[in-house]
Protein backbone atom coordinates (compact mmCIF):
# COMPACT_ATOMS: atom_id res chain seq x y z
CA UNK A 1 0.00 0.00 0.00
CA UNK A 2 1.70 3.28 -0.87
CA UNK A 3 1.35 6.56 1.26
CA UNK A 4 -1.12 8.12 -0.69
CA UNK A 5 -3.86 4.92 -0.37
CA UNK A 6 -3.64 5.12 3.18
CA UNK A 7 -3.68 8.67 3.06
CA UNK A 8 -6.98 8.55 1.23
CA UNK A 9 -8.21 5.67 3.17
CA UNK A 10 -7.56 7.31 6.67
CA UNK A 11 -9.77 10.54 4.91
CA UNK A 12 -12.95 8.08 4.27
CA UNK A 13 -12.24 6.05 7.73
CA UNK A 14 -12.01 9.51 9.71
CA UNK A 15 -15.36 10.68 7.59
CA UNK A 16 -17.61 7.35 6.98
CA UNK A 17 -16.90 6.13 10.54
CA UNK A 18 -19.30 8.98 12.37
CA UNK A 19 -21.73 9.67 9.19
CA UNK A 20 -24.02 6.90 8.56
CA UNK A 21 -22.83 5.70 5.59
CA UNK A 22 -20.21 3.25 6.84
CA UNK A 23 -16.82 2.88 7.25
CA UNK A 24 -16.17 -0.69 6.78
CA UNK A 25 -18.03 -0.77 3.38
CA UNK A 26 -16.45 2.26 1.99
CA UNK A 27 -13.18 1.10 3.14
CA UNK A 28 -14.05 -2.36 1.71
CA UNK A 29 -14.86 -0.89 -1.80
CA UNK A 30 -11.85 1.69 -1.76
CA UNK A 31 -9.09 -1.30 -1.26
CA UNK A 32 -11.14 -3.68 -3.87
CA UNK A 33 -10.67 -0.73 -6.57
CA UNK A 34 -7.07 -0.38 -5.28
CA UNK A 35 -6.47 -3.60 -5.78
CA UNK A 36 -5.97 -4.29 -2.31
CA UNK A 37 -7.42 -6.80 -0.38
CA UNK A 38 -10.02 -5.79 2.18
CA UNK A 39 -8.10 -6.25 5.28
CA UNK A 40 -10.13 -5.72 8.62
CA UNK A 41 -6.88 -5.65 10.42
CA UNK A 42 -6.01 -2.28 9.12
CA UNK A 43 -9.56 -1.06 9.22
CA UNK A 44 -9.31 -1.71 12.48
CA UNK A 45 -5.69 0.09 13.10
CA UNK A 46 -7.48 3.34 11.29
CA UNK A 47 -10.67 2.55 13.91
CA UNK A 48 -7.79 3.30 16.39
CA UNK A 49 -7.45 6.50 15.32
CA UNK A 50 -11.25 7.30 15.34
CA UNK A 51 -11.47 5.85 18.29
CA UNK A 52 -9.14 8.70 20.29
CA UNK A 53 -11.73 11.50 17.86
CA UNK A 54 -14.94 9.91 20.21
CA UNK A 55 -12.58 10.01 23.57
CA UNK A 56 -11.58 13.47 22.72
CA UNK A 57 -15.04 14.81 21.78
CA UNK A 58 -17.04 13.19 24.69
CA UNK A 59 -14.69 14.83 27.21
CA UNK A 60 -16.95 16.69 28.27
CA UNK A 61 -19.55 13.74 28.52
CA UNK A 62 -18.09 12.11 31.64
CA UNK A 63 -21.49 12.57 33.90
CA UNK A 64 -23.32 10.63 31.12
CA UNK A 65 -20.99 7.78 30.83
CA UNK A 66 -21.46 7.23 34.47
CA UNK A 67 -25.27 7.55 34.59
CA UNK A 68 -25.22 5.02 31.97
CA UNK A 69 -23.15 2.88 32.54
CA UNK A 70 -24.71 -0.28 33.38
CA UNK A 71 -26.73 0.55 30.10
CA UNK A 72 -23.45 1.10 28.22
CA UNK A 73 -22.62 -2.12 29.25
CA UNK A 74 -25.95 -3.74 28.60
CA UNK A 75 -26.09 -2.29 25.08
CA UNK A 76 -22.10 -3.82 24.25
CA UNK A 77 -22.92 -7.24 25.17
CA UNK A 78 -24.79 -8.00 21.83
CA UNK A 79 -21.79 -6.81 19.40
CA UNK A 80 -19.39 -8.79 21.89
CA UNK A 81 -20.88 -11.87 21.72
CA UNK A 82 -20.66 -11.71 17.51
CA UNK A 83 -17.39 -10.13 17.31
CA UNK A 84 -15.83 -13.04 19.44
CA UNK A 85 -17.84 -16.70 17.93
CA UNK A 86 -18.16 -15.03 14.61
CA UNK A 87 -14.79 -13.27 13.74
CA UNK A 88 -13.97 -15.80 11.02
CA UNK A 89 -17.51 -15.28 9.74
CA UNK A 90 -17.21 -11.31 9.63
CA UNK A 91 -13.98 -11.99 7.77
CA UNK A 92 -15.36 -13.98 5.12
CA UNK A 93 -17.79 -11.50 4.07
CA UNK A 94 -15.53 -8.58 4.23
CA UNK A 95 -13.51 -10.51 1.70
CA UNK A 96 -16.85 -10.81 -0.53
CA UNK A 97 -17.55 -7.36 -2.55
CA UNK A 98 -20.78 -8.11 -3.92
CA UNK A 99 -22.64 -7.92 -0.71
CA UNK A 100 -21.58 -4.33 0.00
CA UNK A 101 -24.99 -2.98 -1.69
CA UNK A 102 -27.23 -5.08 0.03
CA UNK A 103 -25.84 -3.83 3.16
CA UNK A 104 -25.62 -0.09 1.84
CA UNK A 105 -29.68 -0.50 0.92
CA UNK A 106 -30.09 -1.92 4.89
CA UNK A 107 -28.31 1.44 5.93
CA UNK A 108 -29.96 3.63 4.33
CA UNK A 109 -33.37 1.98 5.31
CA UNK A 110 -32.56 2.53 8.58
CA UNK A 111 -31.54 6.15 8.10
CA UNK A 112 -34.08 7.25 6.11
CA UNK A 113 -36.84 5.81 8.47
CA UNK A 114 -35.64 8.60 11.05
CA UNK A 115 -37.43 11.12 9.30
CA UNK A 116 -40.61 9.89 10.35
CA UNK A 117 -39.84 9.59 14.40
CA UNK A 118 -40.66 11.72 17.03
CA UNK A 119 -38.22 12.28 19.96
CA UNK A 120 -39.98 11.42 23.45
CA UNK A 121 -37.38 11.73 26.51
CA UNK A 122 -33.77 11.72 27.29
CA UNK A 123 -33.86 8.92 29.79
CA UNK A 124 -32.68 5.07 28.59
CA UNK A 125 -33.57 2.18 30.24
CA UNK A 126 -31.90 -1.27 30.50
CA UNK A 127 -34.87 -3.03 27.69
CA UNK A 128 -33.94 -0.08 25.16
CA UNK A 129 -29.97 -0.23 25.86
CA UNK A 130 -30.21 -4.09 24.97
CA UNK A 131 -32.22 -3.51 22.12
CA UNK A 132 -30.26 -0.84 20.35
CA UNK A 133 -27.15 -3.11 21.46
CA UNK A 134 -28.93 -5.95 19.35
CA UNK A 135 -29.09 -3.08 16.01
CA UNK A 136 -25.49 -2.29 16.79
CA UNK A 137 -24.44 -6.07 16.03
CA UNK A 138 -25.29 -6.01 12.61
CA UNK A 139 -23.06 -3.21 12.29
CA UNK A 140 -20.32 -5.48 11.94
CA UNK A 141 -20.90 -6.27 8.60
CA UNK A 142 -19.38 -4.40 6.02
CA UNK A 143 -21.70 -1.77 4.46
CA UNK A 144 -24.10 -1.06 7.29
CA UNK A 145 -23.20 1.82 9.59
CA UNK A 146 -23.00 1.42 13.19
CA UNK A 147 -23.57 5.15 13.63
CA UNK A 148 -26.82 4.93 11.40
CA UNK A 149 -28.48 1.44 13.39
CA UNK A 150 -27.41 2.55 16.74
CA UNK A 151 -28.70 6.03 15.91
CA UNK A 152 -32.03 4.95 14.01
CA UNK A 153 -32.83 2.22 17.02
CA UNK A 154 -32.43 4.89 19.92
CA UNK A 155 -34.75 7.18 17.86
CA UNK A 156 -37.24 4.37 17.06
CA UNK A 157 -37.50 3.86 20.81
CA UNK A 158 -38.17 7.62 21.80
CA UNK A 159 -34.89 8.99 22.75
CA UNK A 160 -34.30 12.92 21.80
CA UNK A 161 -31.72 13.44 19.19
CA UNK A 162 -28.71 14.04 20.96
CA UNK A 163 -29.44 11.19 23.77
CA UNK A 164 -29.46 8.98 20.84
CA UNK A 165 -25.87 10.60 19.66
CA UNK A 166 -24.32 10.71 22.90
CA UNK A 167 -25.59 6.56 23.82
CA UNK A 168 -24.82 5.35 20.28
CA UNK A 169 -21.03 6.62 20.77
CA UNK A 170 -20.92 5.67 24.00
CA UNK A 171 -21.22 2.20 22.75
CA UNK A 172 -18.61 2.82 20.25
CA UNK A 173 -15.92 3.41 22.65
CA UNK A 174 -16.02 -0.18 24.23
CA UNK A 175 -17.35 -1.64 21.10
CA UNK A 176 -14.46 -0.23 19.22
CA UNK A 177 -12.08 -0.90 22.16
CA UNK A 178 -12.91 -4.44 21.79
CA UNK A 179 -12.13 -4.87 18.34
CA UNK A 180 -8.91 -3.52 18.71
CA UNK A 181 -8.43 -5.32 21.29
CA UNK A 182 -9.57 -9.17 19.67
CA UNK A 183 -6.87 -8.28 16.98
CA UNK A 184 -4.34 -6.94 18.66
CA UNK A 185 -1.92 -9.22 17.10
CA UNK A 186 -2.71 -8.29 13.68
CA UNK A 187 -2.15 -4.28 14.43
CA UNK A 188 1.13 -2.58 13.07
CA UNK A 189 1.74 0.63 14.15
CA UNK A 190 4.46 0.92 11.30
CA UNK A 191 5.61 4.97 11.56
CA UNK A 192 4.94 4.98 7.69
CA UNK A 193 1.14 4.94 8.37
CA UNK A 194 1.35 7.65 11.28
CA UNK A 195 0.24 10.33 8.74
CA UNK A 196 -2.74 8.14 7.77
CA UNK A 197 -3.48 7.94 11.92
CA UNK A 198 -3.52 11.61 12.50
CA UNK A 199 -5.50 12.35 8.85
CA UNK A 200 -7.88 9.69 10.13
CA UNK A 201 -8.04 11.32 13.77
CA UNK A 202 -8.73 14.95 12.42
CA UNK A 203 -11.38 14.29 9.89
CA UNK A 204 -13.02 12.02 12.45
CA UNK A 205 -13.17 14.99 15.04
CA UNK A 206 -15.37 17.10 12.35
CA UNK A 207 -17.19 14.47 11.11
CA UNK A 208 -18.73 14.12 14.45
CA UNK A 209 -19.60 17.72 14.63
CA UNK A 210 -21.34 17.52 11.32
CA UNK A 211 -23.29 14.56 12.79
CA UNK A 212 -24.58 16.37 15.89
CA UNK A 213 -25.44 19.36 13.97
CA UNK A 214 -27.40 16.94 10.99
CA UNK A 215 -29.59 15.59 13.83
CA UNK A 216 -30.15 18.47 15.69
CA UNK A 217 -31.59 20.33 12.75
CA UNK A 218 -33.82 17.48 11.75
CA UNK A 219 -31.31 16.45 8.91
CA UNK A 220 -30.09 13.29 9.43
CA UNK A 221 -31.89 11.23 7.26
CA UNK A 222 -30.59 12.93 4.37
CA UNK A 223 -27.83 10.25 4.59
CA UNK A 224 -29.71 7.86 3.72
CA UNK A 225 -30.20 9.32 -0.21
CA UNK A 226 -26.33 8.93 -0.44
CA UNK A 227 -26.08 4.89 0.65
CA UNK A 228 -29.19 4.32 -1.53
CA UNK A 229 -27.40 6.30 -5.12
CA UNK A 230 -24.26 4.06 -3.70
CA UNK A 231 -26.26 1.05 -3.35
CA UNK A 232 -28.08 1.28 -6.70
CA UNK A 233 -24.00 2.51 -8.72
CA UNK A 234 -23.13 -0.96 -7.38
CA UNK A 235 -25.59 -3.13 -8.12
CA UNK A 236 -25.32 -1.75 -11.56
CA UNK A 237 -21.02 -1.79 -11.61
CA UNK A 238 -19.78 -4.36 -9.20
Same mark, same amino acid.
Given at each position: ?????????????????????????????????????????????????????????????????????????????????????????????????????????????????????? %?????? %??????????????????????????????????????????????????????????????? %?????????????????????????? %?????????????????????????
Amino acid at each position: MTLIQSLILAFIQGVTEFLPVSSSGHLNLVQHLFGLTPSLSFDIFLNTATFLSVIIFFLTKIEFFKKNLLNIIVGTIPATIVGVFFKDQIEVIFSNIKLLPFFFLFTSAFVFSTKFFK %SKTDTI %SIKQAFIIGLIQAFAILPGISRAGSTIFAGLLLGLNPVTAFNFSFSLFIPASLGAIVLDYQNL %SFNPQNLPAFILAFLVGLVALYLLKK %SLVNNKFWLFSIYTAILAIFLFLFL
